[in-house]
């Protein structure tokens, strides 16, 4: 759960930043592991009724998944941290950090999602 405060110093970041790009979307992607349905909905009934703010719901998709292989499949070391990953549609990764809001790590995300979202030269 303290993971969540993390997850939450980031949310003003990227609702700006997606005010700014109409194309870009964030989600929040809690991870837990495999587990049986009713366990499941137990769960997303519990954290639908933990999140009042529609949009902060509509951007969290719970994972039920084999957490190692995830993290592997992604280079997430741990789970000691949160990691942030800018993705492409394809599903190519642009940019990754790790942590708690940091103002240099916001701007180099900025920075990144001003470049990706740059008009093409030949447009």
Request: net charge negative.
């Amino acid at each position: 759960r303290w993971h969540q405060d993390w997850v939450d110093s980031w949310i003003p970041t990227a609702q700006q930043l997606a005010a700014t790009y109409p194309g870009l979307r964030y989600y929040e992607l809690p991870t837990l592991p495999q587990m049986n349905p009713f366990a499941r909905m137990s769960i997303d009934f519990g954290m639908k009724m933990g999140i009042p703010d529609r949009a902060a719901r509509e951007a969290t998709i719970t994972l039920y998944i084999d957490k190692d292989r995830y993290r592997s499949a992604l280079e997430i070391p741990s789970e000691e941290s949160i990691t942030l990953l800018l993705v492409e549609p394809s599903g190519k990764i642009l940019w990754r950090a790790e942590g708690p809001y940091a103002q240099d790590t916001a701007r180099q995300l900025g920075a990144v999602i001003q470049l990706y979202f740059a008009p093409s030269a030949s447009a």
